[in-house]
């Protein structure tokens, strides 16, 4: 457990110094940088030994999905350093559940990583104007997990894909589906295969709707050079 916090303190620490350091650079240089949080809300798939078929890569049929959801929740507190990269501290909490004909599981977690995310639209189009951008995000984490009265943390990799809708300058719409790819294949406490491969290991799928305020100044075009860091008082 001390180890845990370890990885944790230093995840934070990490994350917010790398972002008060760029901010102060962009902010002297371009001045296109800007702080933003945001919250999402939607529901798990577990892809364990369980269920294995609840995979990005084999689904029994169009609406496996969808497959014995449960609900799970995130915040995100986010540093923009330019209109390609950005970095976010993300927490994400929720239940999980898969099962078959013989077993079945049920369990619980949260979990918090650091992540980098990277722009599609503004990356592949020079002066992209649309309100739609398609981004990419990656990182990773500790996950404090519990199933059957088992308590564990182990180490995560999150990854995976977003579509936000500017609704403002201030208000984005996301959409996005993470795989939150676990270092172990024991969550679910069953392992058929002893000599399981690390692309075997357990992990989450969290697919998500959520909301993301941005500060940035009225009238400035996030898309521009002149977008300054609002003055906020933490």
């Given at each position: 457990m001390k180890n845990l916090y370890k990885i944790l303190l230093f995840l934070i620490i990490f994350n917010f110094s790398y972002n008060n350091v760029n901010a102060q650079t962009l902010e002297?240089?371009?001045n296109t940088g800007y702080f933003y949080v945001g919250a999402n809300l939607g529901y798990t798939n577990f892809w364990g030994d369980i269920s294995p078929d609840n995979t990005f890569a084999k689904f029994k049929d169009k609406f496996s999905i969808l497959r014995e959801p449960k609900f799970a929740a995130g915040l995100i507190f986010g540093y923009?350093?330019?209109?390609?990269?950005?970095?976010?501290f993300n927490i994400v909490s929720g239940k999980t559940h898969s099962s078959n004909d013989i077993v079945s599981y049920n369990g619980s977690f949260t979990d918090l990583s650091g992540q980098l995310t990277i722009d599609l639209s503004n990356l592949f189009f020079e002066n992209w104007q649309s309100k739609i951008n398609v981004y990419v995000f990656g990182g990773i984490g500790v996950m404090l997990h519990k199933s059957n009265q088992i308590k564990k943390s182990v180490a995560f990799f999150p990854g995976g894909l977003g579509v936000k809708y500017a609704l403002?300058?201030?208000?984005?719409?996301t959409f996005?589906?993470?795989?939150?790819?676990?270092?172990?294949?024991m969550l679910d406490s069953i392992d058929f295969d002893q000599k399981s491969a690390f692309y075997m290991m357990d992990g989450i799928r969290f697919t998500s709707f959520g909301l993301c305020y941005k500060f940035v100044n009225s009238g400035k075009s996030l898309k521009g050079d002149g977008l300054k860091i609002k003055n906020l008082v933490w």
């Open positions: 002297s240089t371009s923009q350093f330019s209109p390609i990269i950005g970095s976010r403002s300058d201030f208000i984005d719409l996005e589906t993470t795989l939150h790819y676990s270092a172990t294949d």
